[in-house]
């Protein structure tokens, strides 16, 4: 049932024509956003610049200490049930350490909320690589055979985890349809589910709202890769995002991919 009391959705100040939106959901694969989502987009990188909630080091104050962590961020524009229109924002992965923070959608699934068995898991496999550690520091002859039993029971662990992660992921689309991880990949790559598209969609679809245009961009530095440009837009990762979406978009009208 759609909440109409949307914690997440901010409506837009500006005046928006009607005859300006795009006539059918702009695809999230496109590589020029619509200019509706750019206001969106520019709305969010305000709110970036100027909150004071959480910290977390993009690398865009050379005073700012920790590892430099860009980050790509996305905005839904959507029409709500009660024909207002706004946005919705998400990230990619975790901020400032954290999956949910005020502004942003929740995740598809939060991990790391104590005590659940993802935090259990990785304090099991935090134990195994500390006795691994330990015994090879010893250095001893016998050792051997315990350390190579550890590596394969750190693996099927790992392995199990992993699985059981997938296995919380589902996602709906407007039909309300829901597919799971396992039903969309043969094999999830790691991380699949946690890009801002899905998030957006999810939440969009489960409050009764229409989607009207998306758009992601990166802000920070990265330094891992030239590839990502504080500030500029990229279209949804094919590799993660595209089976996922092909899911939560189907049965909705999108324009071309440019």
Same mark, same amino acid.
């Given at each position: 049932?759609?909440?109409?009391?949307?914690?997440?959705?901010?409506?837009?100040?500006?005046?928006?024509?009607?005859?300006?939106?795009?006539?059918?959901?702009?695809?999230?694969?496109?590589?020029?956003?619509?200019?509706?989502?750019?206001?969106?987009?520019?709305?969010?990188?305000?709110?970036?610049?100027?909150?004071?909630?959480?910290?977390?080091?993009?690398?865009?104050?050379?005073?700012?200490?920790?590892?430099?962590?860009?980050? +790509?961020?996305?905005?839904? /524009? /959507?029409?709500?049930?009660?024909?207002?229109?706004?946005?919705?924002?998400?990230?990619?992965?975790? !901020?400032? #350490?954290?999956?949910?923070? =005020?502004?942003?959608?929740?995740?598809?699934?939060?991990? !790391?909320?104590?005590?659940?068995?993802?935090?259990?898991?990785?304090?099991?496999?935090?134990?195994?690589?500390?006795?691994?550690?330990?015994?090879?520091?010893?250095?001893?002859?016998?050792? =051997?055979? @315990?350390?190579?039993?550890?590596?394969?029971?750190?693996?099927?662990?790992?392995?199990?985890?992993?699985?059981?992660?997938?296995?919380?992921?589902?996602?709906?689309?407007?039909?309300?349809?829901?597919?799971?991880?396992?039903?969309?990949?043969?094999?999830?790559?790691?991380?699949? #589910?946690?890009?801002?598209?899905?998030?957006?969609?999810?939440?969009?679809?489960?409050?009764?709202?229409?989607?009207?245009?998306?758009?992601?961009?990166?802000?920070?530095? =990265?330094?891992?890769?030239?590839?990502?440009?504080?500030?500029?837009?990229?279209?949804?990762? @094919?590799?993660?995002?595209?089976?996922?979406?092909?899911? +939560? !978009?189907?049965?909705? #009208?999108?324009?071309?991919?440019?």
């Amino acid at each position: 049932m759609a909440n109409l009391n949307h914690t997440y959705f901010t409506p837009f100040e500006e005046t928006i024509a009607v005859d300006s939106l795009p006539k059918q959901f702009t695809s999230p694969f496109n590589h020029q956003p619509h200019p509706i989502s750019v206001l969106a987009a520019n709305n969010l990188q305000k709110h970036l610049q100027n909150q004071q909630e959480w910290q977390h080091n993009f690398g865009l104050d050379t005073t700012q200490e920790g590892i430099i962590i860009g980050k +790509m961020f996305g905005v839904l /524009v /959507v029409q709500t049930q009660d024909n207002k229109l706004g946005y919705l924002a998400a990230f990619s992965g975790k !901020l400032a #350490g954290a999956n949910q923070h =005020s502004k942003f959608v929740p995740p598809i699934y939060d991990g !790391l909320i104590e005590g659940n068995f993802v935090n259990i898991g990785m304090l099991e496999l935090t134990r195994i690589n500390q006795e691994i550690k330990d015994l090879e520091e010893q250095n001893k002859s016998g050792n =051997s055979t @315990k350390i190579e039993q550890l590596k394969t029971l750190r693996r099927t662990n790992s392995i199990a985890l992993q699985d059981k992660i997938f296995d919380h992921y589902h996602f709906i689309n407007q039909a309300g349809k829901e597919k799971s991880l396992r039903e969309i990949f043969v094999k999830p790559p790691s991380g699949a #589910g946690e890009c801002a598209a899905p998030k957006l969609l999810q939440y969009a679809f489960l409050n009764g709202m229409k989607p009207i245009a998306m758009a992601e961009f990166w802000w920070g530095l =990265s330094p891992k890769s030239d590839f990502w440009k504080h500030g500029h837009f990229y279209p949804a990762c @094919k590799e993660k995002c595209e089976p996922i979406l092909a899911h +939560m !978009l189907e049965g909705i #009208g999108m324009d071309e991919k440019s």
